[in-house]
């Protein structure tokens, strides 16, 4: 295996749990090794691929010094943190917001008939919502998938147990990890990704080594090369230190 010179995380069910307050503890030891990370060349440096919305993505940049650019969205969108540019993924079609919004409209209607529901405003080509109740995203899942197939065929659907998006399948994970790394000249194999839901997966199968945390789900855990013994933040700390100690033998 190369040396790992990027280590790219996931945010829900990685960094921190949806719904849950943030271990502090466990990700100020992130943000040291971060800090860490530009002085001592045996510690990857951090980025982010998510499929949350650019500012929350930004938000935990900050937070970590992250200095590259992020991918928000599931990679429709990367974020250049020094100058705040966006860039929509190039493979995205000419219309691709005018075919979102037709999605967004959709997600208003079913928040009037379901309060439970979270739209996520934020975000501009992933039409997606969020719930802490799990039993009504898998009852709203049928309905959501036959809205796309009807009207939004060039979509297609991502659900988690708290969340359900419809999204480009020219624009996953996998797609952005690769034009993160044409951004920042480097190849998929000297760069590492973490990520514990069925978005993640092309994300998994691109990167050079390729973590689920402990509460990463059965696809993730049979897909990647190594399923951490930590769930989520304390899993990203573990696989960061495996990378650390893997460099060193480089």
Not at 55 to 76: C, D, H, K, M, R
Not at 105 to 121: G, S
Request: glycine residues 6%.
């Amino acid at each position: 295996m190369a040396k790992i010179d990027y280590f790219i995380v996931d945010l829900d069910g990685c960094v921190s749990d949806p719904f849950k307050i943030p271990d502090w503890s466990l990700l100020s030891q992130l943000r040291a090794l971060s800090d860490r990370s530009y002085s001592d060349n045996n510690v990857p440096q951090l980025s982010i691929c998510t499929g949350r919305p650019a500012p929350y993505t930004e938000a935990v940049g900050q937070w970590l010094n992250v200095q590259l650019p992020v991918i928000f969205e599931s990679g429709a969108g990367m974020l250049n943190l020094s100058n705040q540019a966006v860039d929509w993924n190039p493979s995205l079609p000419s219309d691709a917001h005018q075919i979102i919004a037709i999605m967004m409209d959709y997600i208003q209607d079913l928040k009037k008939r379901h309060v439970n529901i979270q739209p996520e405003v934020a975000k501009q080509l992933d039409a997606g919502f969020t719930s802490e109740d799990t039993r009504l995203i898998a009852q709203l899942l049928p309905e959501f998938e036959a809205y796309v197939a009807k009207h939004c065929p060039q979509l297609v659907v991502h659900g988690t147990d708290i969340s359900m998006s419809a999204l480009w399948p020219v624009a996953n994970k996998g797609a952005g990890l690769r034009w993160w790394c044409d951004v920042v000249s480097t190849s998929v194999e000297k760069v590492a990704f973490i990520g514990d839901t069925s978005g993640d997966i092309p994300a998994i199968e691109a990167a050079g080594i390729s973590f689920t945390p402990q509460n990463g789900n059965q696809q993730n855990q049979h897909l990647a090369d190594i399923t951490t013994k930590g769930h989520s933040t304390r899993g990203v700390l573990e696989a960061w230190d495996f990378l650390i100690e893997h460099n060193k033998t480089q």
